[in-house]
């Protein structure tokens, strides 16, 4: 239903959101019988192993020795306290934009200028000649890796009939080089999601040479940092796809959606966090733990008359029932690649050399390692977090 919440037309946006809203709400005991199984489960599960709670337990077994949850907590923080003001900055201008009294719920997806979609290329093979360009501004290496991609067919990026649905990299180990699934209709989207995919691409490549196949990959927590910085980095070059004033529009729409993901990251980590550390919690306490989280970090949305669907809201989120306590991930990976291309203000040869050091490293080196070896501070608090916004604002300003 998401491009039906893209419209111009306000009343279908109210109308497409309603319908999708009852659906779920159709499910709402469902969800939470489901969750309180799987709490009451997890918290076994946690005891037998010898851990105090479930979140706990989660820590230890995806290897996070380089952060804790108490680190989590002062990112949260960090992100109401730096990133919300900038959050209710881009809705009122969202709102003054849409000529609005309220921002409602639909209000969020369309284009605040109700302007059509860019349309950035119309064949496959544009969006591969134009992303090649970019890599060629870029960086000699990355362009004749994503080049030898080219030349080994390892790009199979065009929607097709029949075709499985999704988008990402992966590798054919025995080979050792990586190949990129895409299913492109045409869209920005489809050019960000290129340069995303290219990095982790780039990634794999850098490491090929490895021996050990356990160090040929990162901890996802760096990994994201090498397709989050090359979507920052290929952007300056949005040129290639479009006159100036449209390259400006995908750049804005992207830096504000990094913006716009941080308090929804930040829900998403902290609910969870709690769920997985109360066995024995009860509905109520439950739902008045995520209306607080959404008090800090839902912004200036009017949900008037939908309060039960608001307090439901993260039904919609798998993460909560199938990964817990995994997203914060990609938070920290955006704040490092925030600082690669803060960092690459001061010129691009010098970081690019340094990032393509940190992504030979593989899996070699534990996270503050990688970081630095990038260029960055591996930290997420208010201190790493306040110049980065700062930043993000003052290039906002410029488009
Ligand atoms: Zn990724």
Redesign the pocket.
């Known amino acids: 239903m998401d491009r039906y919440l893209e419209d111009p037309d306000r009343a279908l946006r109210q109308e497409t959101w309603e319908l999708v809203a009852k659906r779920r709400l159709q499910d709402v005991d469902k969800c939470e019988d489901l969750i309180d199984e799987i709490v009451r489960l997890r918290a076994q599960t946690a005891r037998n192993a010898g851990f105090e709670n479930y979140r706990d337990f989660m820590f230890r077994k995806m290897g996070r020795f380089d952060y804790t949850p108490a680190d989590c907590t002062l990112f949260h923080n960090a992100i109401e306290w730096e990133i919300m003001p900038a959050v209710r900055e881009i809705q009122n201008d969202r709102k003054r934009q849409l000529k609005l009294e309220k921002l409602r719920p639909w209000d969020l997806a369309v284009d605040p200028q109700n302007r059509a979609p860019l349309k950035p290329f119309a064949q496959v093979g544009e969006l591969v000649s134009r992303t090649q360009k970019i890599f060629d501004h870029l960086d000699v290496e990355l362009a004749a890796g994503f080049q030898q991609m080219q030349d080994l067919k390892l790009l199979d990026l065009d929607n097709r009939k029949g075709k499985a649905p999704g988008g990402y990299q992966s590798t054919l180990n025995e080979a050792r080089v990586p190949f990129i699934f895409m299913n492109a209709i045409g869209v920005q989207r489809d050019v960000g999601y290129l340069l995303?995919e290219a990095g982790?691409a780039f990634h794999a490549l850098a490491t090929r040479d490895e021996d050990l196949y356990p160090y040929r990959s990162a901890p996802i927590e760096f990994?994201?940092v090498a397709?989050m910085s090359m979507e920052l980095l290929g952007n300056e070059f949005l040129e290639e796809f479009y006159p100036s004033d449209e390259a400006n529009r995908a750049r804005k729409t992207h830096l504000e959606g990094i913006i716009g993901f941080f308090p929804w990251m930040a829900v998403v980590d902290a609910f969870p966090h709690w769920v997985y550390t109360r066995a024995g919690q009860t509905r109520t306490e439950r739902e008045a733990v995520y209306l607080q989280l959404m008090d800090r970090f839902g912004g200036d949305v009017d949900w008037a008359g939908y309060e039960d669907v608001r307090a439901h809201s993260w039904h919609r989120q798998r993460h909560v029932f199938l990964y817990p306590v995994y997203y914060v991930e990609y938070g920290i990976a955006q704040l490092g690649a925030l600082q690669v291309w803060a960092n690459s203000r001061n010129g691009h040869a010098r970081v690019l050399k340094n990032f393509k050091t940190a992504l030979a490293l593989g899996g070699s080196r534990p996270l503050p390692k990688l970081f630095a070896a990038a260029g960055c501070k591996f930290q997420f608090d208010t201190a790493t977090i306040k110049p980065l916004i700062h930043f993000v604002g003052s290039e906002l300003k410029k488009l």
């Open positions: 995303h982790h990994c994201e397709a």
